[in-house]
């Protein structure tokens, strides 16, 4: 009875917010039919857009307390995957999402940066100017030197995709692997550590790593380009042997793309903004522009933009146990970080009109090395006929605790990813997988939690190998 009273209130808040907003519209269709002046106008436009912004995130507020407040109710019953596995899904589409628009301005503002034409027709008080054309229309843009005579009203800011991308990527990270760490970031295997210990190492670890980053900036080594790289390069590789040291492999890549992303997000948040504001505040006042703050701005946005392809591989990357079920999964880890951070270089250098001999070879090389590398060894000889019977008793003793509709395990409550073995169909519609994840790469079962022997991975890949016919 409880319940329905408080969901009913929430629902009760949930459509008067919603005709609300409906409201507001017609009260601002309304006005710019009236007669207002213009400067009334636009006040009573912008009281009426920050009532309307309160009311949606008011919005988004009431959703988040029903999906709280649901998941204390099925805290503990089987339903409780259920509704972990919706919030999964809406986080991750957020995060998804925000990260294309912030990654994408990434993307759009270096390239701008890299070929904007500096020297035909530019005014004086310009950097340059470019001409594009897109979705049907000719665009024309021009970078200041330093800062427009007078600051402009309406000023875009690109900051809330940073800090949205960060703020869902952070709880995706509760959702997944902190709410469940017994089974997702610790492997007892690995290393052997409390949840809390975990997961205070976890986030620990994105504070001493934007520390270190940022006094790195303060140093004179920013000024030796190469140099930064290589000392930058080192870190990075120190941090994934450190992840690949404490936590479950997918849970270390996790980390470390968390990692960067929380640097370049502390970026945007401590350096860029700020310098921004303190630029349009001294062009306000009629003061000489700092040219350090652009420069020093600009500098960061560029170190970001590297980072953009090793943190979107790592976001990707729990799909291929290939990469992190190797022996030493902080290696490949490492080296697809540099080999796409270096095709990054390359492309931005061609964005300028420099063509670099050696940094795209160099790149795809360290790449194919990794996937060399990480190619599953030799097999052994297989026994003739191998019995379905046989692979079936193993598939019972260490899959169904967790492959099952029903599963057993203490932390996983509904099949991931839907992948059940209660009938023995599913074994042969799996194979290929089941030989990726069990075999080659043994990844499966998650952190060997049931102990799966060798010789028992041996007679599957043979059972695969000779057809996986069930008889
Ligand atoms: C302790 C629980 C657990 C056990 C035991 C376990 N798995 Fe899994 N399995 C998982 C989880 C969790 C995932 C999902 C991983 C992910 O999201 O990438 C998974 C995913 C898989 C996938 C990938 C499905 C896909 O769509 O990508 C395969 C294949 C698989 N398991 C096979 C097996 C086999 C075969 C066994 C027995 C030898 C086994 N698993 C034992 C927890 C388990």
Redesign the pocket.
């Known amino acids: 009875m409880f319940h329905f009273v408080v969901y009913g209130i929430l629902l009760v808040i949930l459509i008067m917010l919603i005709w609300m907003t409906y409201h507001f519209r017609s009260l601002s269709n309304e006005n710019d039919n009236g007669k207002a002046t213009e400067t009334e106008s636009e006040n009573y436009k912008n009281g009426l857009l920050s009532s309307h912004n309160f009311i949606y995130a008011a919005i988004v507020l009431v959703i988040v307390t029903i999906l709280v407040f649901t998941y204390l109710i099925v805290k503990g019953t089987p339903v409780e995957g259920h509704v972990m596995e919706w919030l999964n899904i809406v986080v991750r589409v957020m995060h998804i999402t925000f990260g294309i628009a912030w990654i994408g301005a990434s993307f759009y503002f270096v390239f701008l940066e890299n070929a904007l034409n500096r020297t035909e027709n530019v005014r004086d008080e310009l950097a340059g100017n470019l001409w594009a054309i897109h979705g049907g229309g000719f665009y024309y843009l021009e970078k200041y030197k330093t800062a427009p005579k007078s600051i402009p009203k309406h000023l875009h800011w690109f900051k809330y995709e940073a800090y949205f991308t960060w703020i869902s990527g952070f709880s995706l990270l509760f959702i997944v692997y902190y709410f469940n760490a017994k089974?997702f970031l610790i492997d007892t295997n690995v290393f052997d550590m409390s949840p809390f210990a975990a997961i205070t190492t976890g986030i620990g670890s994105f504070v001493v790593a934007w520390l270190l980053y940022d006094i790195l900036c303060k140093t004179s080594l920013i000024k030796k380009g190469i140099l930064f790289t290589i000392v930058g390069v080192i870190i990075a590789t120190a941090f994934a042997w450190f992840y690949c040291y404490v936590f479950s492999a997918r849970a270390a890549y996790i980390h470390f793309g968390a990692m960067l992303g929380s640097i370049m997000v502390a970026n945007v948040f401590f350096v860029i903004i700020p310098s921004q504001k303190a630029m349009v505040k001294a062009a306000k006042e009629g003061k000489p522009l700092n040219p350090q703050l652009g420069k020093h701005a600009g500098l960061r946005s560029l170190h970001n933009n590297y980072l953009t392809l090793p943190v979107l591989f790592v976001m990707v990357s729990?799909?291929f146990p290939t990469t992190f079920g190797f022996e030493y999964p902080w290696i490949i880890l490492a080296a697809i970080s540099l080999g796409s951070a270096g095709i990054k270089h390359w492309l931005n250098l061609r964005e300028q009109g420099k063509y670099s001999v050696w940094v795209m070879p160099v790149s795809v090389l360290i790449l194919l090395a990794t996937a060399y590398v990480s190619a599953p060894p030799k097999p052994g000889e297989c026994k003739t006929n191998i019995n379905f019977a046989e692979v079936n008793a193993?598939?019972q003793k260490?899959?169904i605790?967790?492959?099952s509709s029903m599963p057993t395990?203490d932390v996983?409550k509904v099949p991931?990813?839907g992948?059940t073995?209660d009938t023995p169909d599913n074994l042969v519609k799996?194979k290929d997988?089941?030989m990726q994840?069990?075999v080659i790469t043994k990844t499966?079962?998650?952190?060997n939690?049931?102990n799966?022997t060798l010789e028992e991975r041996e007679i599957i890949r043979c059972w695969i190998e000779q057809g996986a016919v069930l008889k």
């Open positions: 089974g729990n799909h193993i598939v260490r899959c605790t967790c492959h395990d996983i991931p990813n992948v073995y799996l997988k089941i994840q069990v499966m079962p998650q952190n939690k049931t799966m």
